[in-house]
């Protein structure tokens, strides 16, 4: 059975940092490509970043870039997203996404975990 755990999440200041945590099972994590995505509010559910199965590669949406950082670790079947200098817009339900074997091409092997709330307000 495929789980997308997100875990790390919670009410944060601004200009702080925090790190999500996505643990995968039940699916060969080291050859899907992973992503993190956000929907706040009254919001379409947007891409914040990925990471590719192979090179891992990156790529992160404009509003994150230089402050977010995507990484995976395939011994310990987990992906993370490491974000800093945080700011009230960035709140919103984090996602965890695995896609085989790209993000950019349709997959019937599309995976999503539950969310996990990020809060940032002082």
């Known amino acids: 059975q495929v789980q997308l755990v997100e875990s790390g999440g919670g009410l944060w200041q601004p200009g702080g940092s925090l790190r999500l945590s996505c643990a995968a099972s039940?699916?060969?994590?080291?050859?899907?490509?992973m992503s993190w995505h956000r929907q706040a509010p009254g919001k379409e559910r947007e891409l914040v970043a990925v990471?590719?199965?192979?090179?891992?590669?990156?790529n992160y949406a404009d509003s994150v870039k230089g402050r977010f950082t995507i990484s995976r670790d395939n011994a310990k079947n987990t992906v993370y997203l490491q974000m800093n200098s945080l700011r009230p817009e960035d709140t919103a339900v984090y996602y965890c996404?695995?896609?085989?074997?790209?993000?950019?091409?349709?997959?019937?092997?599309?995976?999503w975990g539950q969310g996990t709330q990020v809060t940032v307000s002082s």
């Open positions: 990471i590719t199965s192979t090179s891992g590669s990156t």
């Open positions: 996404n695995a896609r085989w074997p790209s993000y950019y091409s349709s997959s019937t092997y599309d995976y």
């Open positions: 039940g699916f060969t994590f080291s050859t899907y490509a």
